[in-house]
């Protein structure tokens, strides 16, 4: 799905639709550093989307879950 994804942004960089589905494969692939360049570039054309405000809490969930907790030292 992202290489069809990245085919329409080649042609069209400003696809919503293209952008909306890379970040959603970007994260189920775990590459959430990516899904975030495309998620936020959407944003930037449509801030009031749905759609987008609801796979940034999932990005931002799965970011949360995947930083590793530094425990201090005693």
Do not use: H
């Amino acid at each position: 799905c992202f290489r069809a994804c990245r085919d329409a942004l080649i042609i069209d960089p400003t696809n919503l639709k293209a952008l909306f589905r890379a970040s959603v494969s970007l994260r189920s692939l775990n590459r959430l550093d990516e899904a975030e360049k495309y998620l936020r570039k959407a944003l930037q054309i449509d801030p009031d989307n749905r759609d987008l405000q609801a796979e940034k809490t999932k990005l931002d969930e799965a970011s949360s879950k995947k930083k590793p907790l530094i425990k201090a030292e005693e």
